[in-house]
């Protein structure tokens, strides 16, 4: 299944952006993950749902960003609130997996365009 990120744009700091994960086929049972990259800095975890809908965040987004899925839309959602600076990166969706330390890790190699998420002060 290939997962594309979109929604994203320029928003003030302490607003609010909702991103939208779409599949190309069924997500039911699927684990996945939001990313993110700001210049020079490595693609991060920022927020992941397993297939049965269990949540979770790193605390840098923890009580700001929710995430959630709309399996009969095939939709992984990322509402962002109360955005600051640090927040000012482009976005990608991905499967993950459960790796052999028990973190999350990409599932796929295969990325999409991402979206553009600019916090304005």
């Known amino acids: 299944v290939q997962l594309q990120a979109s929604g994203g744009g320029l928003v003030q700091v302490g607003g609010s952006l909702t991103l939208s994960c779409e599949a190309s086929?069924?997500?039911?049972?699927?684990?996945v993950g939001w990313f993110r990259q700001a210049p020079g800095k490595e693609r991060e975890l920022v927020a992941a749902?397993?297939?049965?809908?269990?949540?979770t965040y790193i605390r840098a987004v923890r009580g700001r960003f929710t995430i959630s899925r709309e399996d009969a839309k095939n939709t992984v959602n990322l509402q962002m609130d109360d955005v600051d600076s640090e927040d000012t990166a482009v976005y990608f969706c991905?499967?993950?997996?459960?790796?052999?330390?028990?973190?999350?890790?990409?599932?796929?190699?295969?990325w999409g365009q991402g979206t553009q998420v600019t916090v304005s002060s």
């Open positions: 991905n499967k993950v997996t459960v790796g052999w330390n028990g973190a999350y890790q990409p599932g796929s190699d295969y």
């Open positions: 086929e069924s997500t039911n049972s699927i684990a």
């Open positions: 749902i397993s297939g049965g809908g269990t949540p």
